[in-house]
T-cell receptor, first 115, second 112 residues
Framework: DAGVIQSPRHEVTEMGQEVTLRCKPISGHNSLFWYRQTMMRGLELLIYFNNNVPIDDSGMPEDRFSAKMPNASFSTLKIQPSEPRDSAVYFC?????????????FGPGTRLTVT | DAKTTQPNSMESNEEEPVHLPCNHSTISGTDYIHWYRQLPSQGPEYVIHGLTSNVNNRMASLAIAEDRKSSTLILHRATLRDAAVYYCILRFHGGATNKLIFGTGTLLAVQP
């Protein structure tokens, strides 16, 4: 299995631009998570989906952030408009939600720099 | 969510055992203890989890106190590749939620 795939790996954009981060979860996994990591705030859960349905988006910073999961094999995290304080590493993770398996598998992350 | 407390950093020598402590005095009966680690420039990876009994796998061992208010992750022989941030997380199993809340973790340095 290829693991969780994220693209792009690095993104540099100017303030005010729209940014779209992409994630392909592991096949067969039915839960998907978006995290953000910064030195100041550590690793924060932004939103997660079960069976393509958003369950908890309480970690989404503000209305500039939105996430979608149109099908079981693809999710996006969009920031519009982007700001310098959005600079961070964004991780996507997936898991098979069952009574016997709760491990989350993380992707390599997207390093976002907003200038 | 119940909180965990870990030392900010620890040091170990290569080939020696490492004991990483975690305090979770407000743990509830339905909380499992999970450990993840994050190697430099990578996403976190699952290490081990347990409820009440000690657990072993190919990566590590987890020793859980009888009152469950603390636990220890044991790396039996540290290697340079084990240098990472180790996160101890309490997680409720069951229900609609299966999210993880990461704390600050312990930064483990391994000296050759």
């Amino acid at each position: 299995d290829a693991g969780v795939i994220q693209s792009p790996r690095h993104e540099v954009t100017e303030m005010g631009q729209e940014v779209t981060l992409r994630c392909k979860p592991i096949s067969g996994h039915n839960s998907l998570f978006w995290y953000r990591q910064t030195m100041m705030r550590g690793l924060e859960l932004l939103i997660y989906f079960n069976n393509n349905v958003p369950i908890d988006d309480s970690g989404m910073p503000e209305d500039r952030f939105s996430a979608k999961m149109p099908n079981a094999s693809f999710s996006t995290l969009k920031i519009q408009p982007s700001e310098p304080r959005d600079s961070a590493v964004y991780f996507c993770a997936s898991s098979r939600r069952s009574a016997f398996s709760y491990e989350q598998y993380f992707g390599p992350g997207t390093r976002l720099t907003v200038t | 969510d119940a909180k965990t407390t870990q030392p900010n950093s620890m040091e170990s020598n290569e080939e020696e055992p490492v004991h990483l402590p975690c305090n979770h005095s407000t743990i509830s009966g339905t909380d499992y203890i999970h450990w993840y680690r994050q190697l430099p420039s990578q996403g976190p990876e699952y290490v081990i989890h347990g409820l009440t009994s000690n657990v072993n796998n190919r990566m590590a061992s987890l020793a859980i106190a009888e009152d469950r208010k603390s636990s220890t992750l044991i790396l039996h022989r540290a290697t340079l590749r084990d240098a990472a941030v180790y996160y101890c997380i309490l997680r409720f199993h069951g229900g609609a939620t299966n999210k993880l809340i990461f704390g600050t973790g312990t930064l483990l340095a391994v000296q050759p």
